[in-house]
């Protein structure tokens, strides 16, 4: 089988601004912090290692406490801040996973530095919680590699879990899509297609300077992701059954 990874904010959809509203919220209640400073970026970063960053630059102890103390207040508040904040599902997202949908073998999964919890709110809110059988999430690594190796893992264990007896098809390649530089680094580390986006926040050609395998203007035309998914899954000897 083959495994399709979406990243989710930028990729997937725009949260016009409400996780870090939430983050913001939780900094404020929990530490007392007023202001969230603007030199920690968001893009592209695990959960936790923002949580941490963001610790650090407002001299917030950096302990396992105050990492869950944070957690559950940013989980708690994020729900109200999907609502008062305007998102929306990118373009061309819902017609590539209906039509990912009606391809015999991928499977569809998350690779992202959102909270799975946190993930799931956000997939939630826009109608997508049901698209995505499995993912990686932020939850326990600062590193989107790691997080990488993760969502693969979760996708050989739901690929098998799917696999019809005597079908047992393992993971045979992946491709990863998402809008950062982070997204193309951590595909390579998983030797996974890189598929670009520039509908976050990176602009087309940072994205280019990173080299990932296909950089697209955003997720209108399935037809190039498709093209890639059937190819590769024909090379791995994972096309349609006959
Ligand atoms: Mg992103």
Known sequence: MYAVLFDIDGTLLHTGGAGQLAFADAFESEFGVGQLSGEVAFAG??????????????????????????????????????????????????????ALDLLEH?????????????????????????????GGFGDSSHDRCDIAAAALREAERFAAGRAAPGNGRAIAGAMVIGDTVHDIACARSIQAYAVAVPTGNTPADQLAAANPDLLLDDLTDPRPVLERVRAAMQATGNGPLP
């Open 45 to 98: 970063r695990s959960d936790r290692a923002i949580a941490y960053e963001l610790m650090g630059v407002h001299d917030v102890p950096a302990t396992e406490t105050n990492w869950q103390r944070f957690r559950h207040a940013y989980l708690r508040r994020l729900p109200d801040a999907l609502k008062l904040r305007r998102g929306r599902v990118l373009p061309g997202v819902l017609e590539l996973l209906d």
């Open 106 to 134: 991928p499977v569809v999964g998350l690779l992202t530095g959102n909270l799975e919890q946190g993930a799931a709110c956000k997939l939630a809110h826009y109608g997508l919680g049901h698209r995505f059988g499995f």
